[in-house]
């Protein structure tokens, strides 16, 4: 009986003993990795920061685009501080490396259309196509640009209404942008009688549109006779004009063209 006692003794003294070797030895390894995490914590902001500063310094890289970049770099940094630390407990960090290839790669297959966005989003950014203010127009989408994101687009159209467009349809169709250049020209067509005097009409329309002074003075507008039959002719005035005063001049000419055409006594087929 005392001998089994002693026995029991013995062991919660060598349990005690082995306990307390564990704690001081993981305590160390415990405070390493708690001062490793902090480190690489800081470190990571640090280098993010860094790193926004920089790519943003780069002609034509947008702010969205820039903040993109410098997350996937900062959550990288995290992800490599977090497997040292395990492995400073002796866990197989290559083990774990392969598991999140393999996660990565099935969370792509998942989301692929969702990767498309972000591609599109990263390509409309860099290549720049319109930027936010600009009015676009593809084959199923057309409006204001508000905001480009990395997934999709938002735009306001015509009539006011909220669009929004996922970035890998801006980018897998052809984009018009009415927005980008500085002129633009217009084509305005009217039809006068066959019988009335065109010389008069040509020389009408042309009067009209040099007396804009919105109108450019270069190339200077030009009225020419664009179909003749045997009871209409059509005339053709060609112009350009500063992109934003593009509508506003058109609608000025056109009730010029009228009132002016009305005084003379032609009509306007």
């Not at 002693?6 to 082995?18: E, G, K």
């Not at 640009?145 to 997934?151: C, K, M, N, S, Y």
Request: hydrophobic share 50%; glycine share 6%; no cysteine.
């Amino acid at each position: 009986m005392e001998q089994q006692a002693t026995d029991a003794i013995l062991a919660t003294r060598t349990a005690l003993s082995q306990a307390s070797a564990l704690a001081v030895q993981y305590s160390f390894s415990i405070l390493g990795a708690l001062i490793l995490l902090i480190l690489g914590w800081v470190m990571a902001s640090f280098v993010s920061r860094w790193a926004f500063e920089g790519i943003s310094r780069v002609r034509g890289i947008d702010e969205t685009l820039a903040r993109f970049f410098t997350n996937v770099l900062h959550y990288a940094l995290l992800i490599l501080v977090f497997i040292t630390v395990l492995g400073q407990f002796g866990v197989q960090t290559a083990s774990i490396i392969a598991a999140l290839g393999a996660a990565g790669l099935a969370i792509g297959l998942a989301l692929q259309g969702t990767l498309q966005n972000i591609a599109a989003g990263i390509m409309l950014l860099v290549l720049r196509p319109f930027r936010v203010g600009e009015y676009i127009a593809t084959a199923t989408v057309a409006g204001t640009v508000r905001e480009i994101g990395l997934f999709a687009t938002e735009l306001r159209t015509a009539d006011g209404l909220y669009l929004l467009a996922p970035n890998s349809t801006l980018w897998n169709t052809p984009i018009t942008n009415y927005s980008r250049e500085k002129t633009r020209k217009n084509d305005l067509m009217i039809n006068v009688r066959a019988g009335d005097d065109v010389d008069l009409a040509i020389k009408m329309l042309t009067d009209i549109a040099q007396a804009d002074s919105r109108v450019e003075k270069s190339p200077q507008p030009k009225t020419y006779i664009d179909a003749v039959t045997s009871d209409k002719i059509t005339l053709m005035l060609r112009y350009w004009v500063k992109t934003g005063e593009w509508e506003d001049v058109r609608r000025d000419i056109i009730s010029r063209m009228k009132a002016s055409f009305d005084e003379k006594g032609l009509p306007i087929l």
